[in-house]
């Protein structure tokens, strides 16, 4: 009997034993999934935000106008954001890629090896291309960690393009416009200074000398004036009074301006716009029409025909001024309307063109949102078009 109950009080106990234990490793297991399962959400957590602020740092980097390029320490490309790809019209992906691989811009080395011996370079500048001129600003900056060493570099590109491009307008305008004073400047103080000289007692030369004055009096004064058109056109300070403006009628009156012109050199002019009004400033629109009737007198065939007509567009009035006169080369057809520009250099400063007038055709036309272009072809005449809204 005591045998039995021996045993049974020992399978009890070791029963007892298992269970607790499995208890307990069941516990422990369970612990474990939940801690297991709770680093599992924490690393879950810290890859989403992560990925949040990697997405956030490419949001900022893609939207900042400045092309920005991260190298690492061995000089290749770790990001690049779109401002770069696309001021390189680049598509391809440049992870992993030298600097030089993508630019093909051999200075750029030597302005790697100065920013990692200096760990910053300011204003560089780099010309791009040989045809079409780009030029680009580049300020970089070396990364370096606690332990001074250099971990790689970061560069901001800068196009510069416009700036450069308006500053070289500037300095031709500056250059423009002083040879433009210098010239009737020097012929009046010329004439001035042999008057005084005793050619005053002439009265036929003095004559001739003072009427040399006063035409060149008047070019400086015309040329004063086109000036002011030009910049308050390019400042945007000349605002349009637009109104309703009967085209015909307005063709008529500076065909009268230029009768005289015209009877002189016996050219024909010829009105054959139609009954049609435009929306526009009565009198830009007639300091346009009276430029190119007044060159196409000039400028064309003496004996020859002046004709100025109109056909109407979607929405506009597309107004030709055309002569019979010699034409315009090819290669002058493109650069008519810039400032200065003369097809005959000679020719127009003694007819007492300033070189403004198509310029200023240009701007008045394009403030009233149209377009103005030239054809032409050599001993048949040029045609000047622009358009206008209709009213």
Same mark, same amino acid.
């Given at each position: 009997?005591?045998?039995?109950? @021996?045993? /049974?009080?020992?399978?009890?106990?070791?029963?007892?034993?298992?269970?607790?234990?499995?208890?307990?490793?069941?516990?422990?297991?369970?612990?474990?999934?939940?801690?297991?399962?709770?680093?599992?959400?924490?690393?879950?957590?810290?890859?989403?935000?992560?990925?949040?602020?990697?997405?956030?740092?490419?949001?900022?980097?893609?939207?900042?106008?400045?092309?920005?390029?991260?190298?690492?320490?061995?000089?290749? @490309?770790?990001?690049?954001?779109?401002?770069?790809?696309?001021?390189?019209?680049?598509?391809?992906?440049?992870?992993?890629?030298?600097?030089?691989?993508?630019?093909?811009?051999?200075?750029?080395?030597? /302005?790697?090896?100065?920013?990692?011996?200096?760990?910053?370079?300011?204003?560089?500048?780099? !010309?791009?291309?040989?045809? *079409?001129?780009?030029?680009?600003?580049?300020?970089?900056?070396?990364?370096?960690?606690?332990?001074?060493?250099?971990?790689?570099?970061?560069?901001?590109?800068?196009?510069?393009?416009? /700036?450069?491009?308006?500053?070289?307008?500037?300095?031709?305008?500056?250059?423009?416009? *002083?040879?433009?004073?210098?010239?009737?400047?020097?012929?009046?103080?010329?004439?001035?200074?042999?008057?005084?000289?005793?050619?005053?007692?002439?009265?036929?030369?003095?004559?001739?000398?003072?009427?040399?004055?006063?035409?060149?009096?008047?070019?400086?004064?015309?040329?004063?004036?086109?000036?002011?058109?030009?910049?308050?056109?390019?400042?945007?300070?000349?605002?349009?009074?637009?109104?309703?403006?009967?085209?015909?009628?307005?063709?008529?009156?500076?065909?009268?301006?230029?009768?005289?012109?015209?009877?002189?050199?016996?050219?024909?002019?010829?009105?054959? @716009?139609?009954?049609?009004?435009?929306?526009?400033?009565?009198?830009?629109?007639?300091?346009?029409?009276?430029?190119?009737?007044?060159?196409?007198?000039?400028?064309?065939?003496?004996?020859?025909?002046?004709?100025?007509?109109?056909?109407?567009?979607?929405?506009?009035?597309?107004?030709?001024?055309?002569?019979?006169?010699?034409?315009?080369?090819?290669?002058?057809?493109?650069?008519?309307?810039?400032?200065?520009?003369?097809?005959?250099?000679?020719?127009?400063?003694?007819?007492?063109?300033?070189?403004?007038?198509?310029? @200023?055709? !240009?701007?008045?036309?394009? *403030?009233?949102?149209?377009?103005?272009?030239?054809?032409?072809?050599?001993?048949?005449?040029?045609?000047?078009?622009?358009?206008?809204?209709?009213?």
């Amino acid at each position: 009997m005591w045998p039995v109950l @021996i045993i /049974l009080a020992l399978i009890a106990a070791l029963a007892f034993v298992h269970f607790h234990w499995r208890g307990k490793f069941l516990r422990a297991s369970a612990a474990a999934t939940a801690e297991t399962e709770r680093l599992r959400e924490l690393n879950a957590q810290r890859e989403a935000q992560a990925l949040q602020i990697k997405t956030q740092q490419q949001a900022l980097f893609d939207s900042m106008i400045e092309g920005l390029l991260l190298l690492d320490e061995n000089r290749r @490309i770790q990001l690049a954001n779109r401002a770069f790809t696309e001021l390189f019209d680049i598509t391809a992906d440049l992870r992993g890629r030298t600097l030089l691989e993508v630019l093909r811009q051999h200075e750029l080395t030597g /302005l790697l090896e100065t920013v990692e011996e200096k760990q910053q370079v300011l204003g560089y500048e780099l !010309k791009l291309g040989a045809l *079409s001129e780009r030029w680009i600003q580049i300020n970089a900056a070396a990364i370096i960690d606690g332990d001074r060493a250099h971990r790689g570099t970061l560069l901001v590109f800068h196009d510069l393009t416009r /700036l450069k491009q308006l500053e070289r307008t500037r300095e031709e305008f500056v250059a423009n416009v *002083s040879h433009e004073l210098r010239t009737p400047l020097s012929l009046i103080k010329g004439y001035v200074e042999t008057l005084l000289d005793g050619a005053r007692d002439n009265p036929e030369v003095a004559t001739k000398f003072l009427q040399t004055i006063q035409r060149n009096a008047e070019r400086l004064q015309f040329l004063i004036e086109d000036l002011l058109t030009i910049s308050e056109l390019e400042s945007g300070r000349l605002k349009m009074n637009l109104q309703s403006v009967p085209l015909r009628p307005s063709v008529d009156k500076v065909f009268e301006d230029f009768k005289t012109q015209a009877r002189a050199r016996r050219v024909t002019l010829t009105n054959e @716009i139609p009954e049609v009004a435009a929306q526009a400033d009565a009198e830009r629109l007639q300091q346009v029409l009276g430029n190119l009737v007044g060159n196409a007198v000039k400028y064309g065939r003496a004996d020859g025909q002046v004709k100025v007509s109109a056909r109407l567009t979607e929405g506009a009035i597309e107004v030709c001024v055309a002569d019979d006169g010699p034409g315009i080369p090819p290669d002058s057809l493109e650069r008519v309307f810039e400032r200065f520009y003369r097809i005959d250099k000679a020719r127009s400063r003694e007819q007492g063109g300033t070189g403004l007038g198509l310029s @200023i055709v !240009k701007h008045i036309v394009q *403030s009233h949102g149209g377009k103005v272009w030239a054809r032409s072809e050599m001993g048949k005449g040029a045609a000047f078009y622009f358009t206008v809204p209709r009213s």
